[in-house]
Every structure is written in C-alpha cells, then in structure tokens.
C-alpha cells in the first residue's frame, strides 16, 4: 500500500515538473521578422505586416513556425498584444522581446 502511495506522489511530482517546464518555454517564444532581417525595434510588428512582412514565432529549441496570413489573423483574434511590440528581425533574436501572454477575457455574469 505503502509504494502505491510513494509511486503516486512521484507521478504527480513529474507531471508538475513537467508542465511548469513547458509553461516557461512557452512564454519565451517569440515574433521574428522574416523578410526584414534587419529589424531593431523601430516599428511595431503590426505596422510591419501591414507592409506585406512576413513574421514567424520562433521557440526556445530553435524550432520556426512562418505564420500565414490565416495564422496571422486567428492569433490576432486570440492575442492582440502580440502585435503591438516592436519588431524585430533574425538577425536580433537575443534582443527581441518574448510573445506576450495570451490575454484571457473574463466570465460574463
């Protein structure tokens, strides 16, 4: 009974490691220009799409996601904040800043 009991607190320990690693890998992803390489922040990344640029979300493993004008616009129905940053290029991805977290609406009553 006793190892049920031990095996069951490690399952729940994991579990929580391992979603809080996930939650903090995700919030450091972040909005990369793709066809501006040598973007530093002087415009915000919804004036740079609205000029046709191409931007892509880009994890902490390196792994990059090309947003499509589909993509663009679902994410700006879910997450307006996203695209009120500055943008930057892939040249400067250590200075860019991460994706902001997805602004939750509250409950109607």
Do not use: H, W
Not at 8 to 22: C, D, E, N, P, Y
Not at 65 to 80: M, Q, Y
Request: proline share 6%.
């Amino acid at each position: 009974m006793r190892s049920k009991v031990v095996v069951g607190l490690l399952m729940v320990l994991v579990a929580v490691f391992f979603i809080s690693s996930v939650a903090t890998a995700q919030g450091s992803a972040k909005l990369l220009c793709v066809s501006k390489t040598e973007l530093k922040g002087e415009e915000t990344v919804a004036s740079c799409m609205a000029k046709g640029e191409r931007f892509a979300i880009v994890d902490p493993y390196g792994l990059v996601r090309i947003l499509s004008p589909e993509e663009v616009e679902l994410t700006k129905a879910f997450n307006p904040k996203a695209f009120q940053t500055r943008a930057f290029g892939m040249k400067y991805v250590k200075t860019a800043p991460a994706l902001a977290p997805l602004a939750v609406p509250k409950e109607a009553n």
